[in-house]
Nanobody, 116 residues
């Protein structure tokens, strides 16, 4: 069993920045791929960013357009999402996710609200 706990969300003005963290209850070296998803009210959950393999290959949703950076700190068992130039349309609950040993694990989510 894996627990994922997100933190770092909050209220930020347009153009601002936030860094989300996802702390895992076990070594993230076990996880070949880790993801950030988001879900806005009335919308489907969508992939924001993913980081894959020992070379940390990254992939981003088209809407990111160079504003976000996903990273992982294996020593701290933590996944990060640095979000810059935030827009009101980035408002959503952000979730950390990984698949391991046939289990699909999700955190509880952290709310990000971008508003003036």
């Amino acid at each position: 069993q894996v627990q994922l706990v997100e933190s770092g969300g909050g209220l930020v003005q347009p153009g601002g920045s936030l860094r989300l963290s996802c702390a895992a209850s076990t070594s993230i070296l076990n996880f070949y791929r880790m993801n950030w998803y988001r879900q806005a009210p009335g919308k489907q959950r969508e992939l924001v960013a993913a980081i894959t393999g020992p070379d940390n290959i990254t992939h981003y949703g088209d809407f990111v357009k160079g504003r976000f950076t996903i990273s992982r700190d294996n020593a701290k068992n933590t996944l990060y999402l640095q979000m810059n130039s935030l827009k009101p349309e980035d408002t959503a609950v952000y979730y950390c996710n990984t698949v391991w040993r046939s289990g699909d694990y999700w955190g509880q989510g952290t709310q990000v609200t971008v508003s003036s």
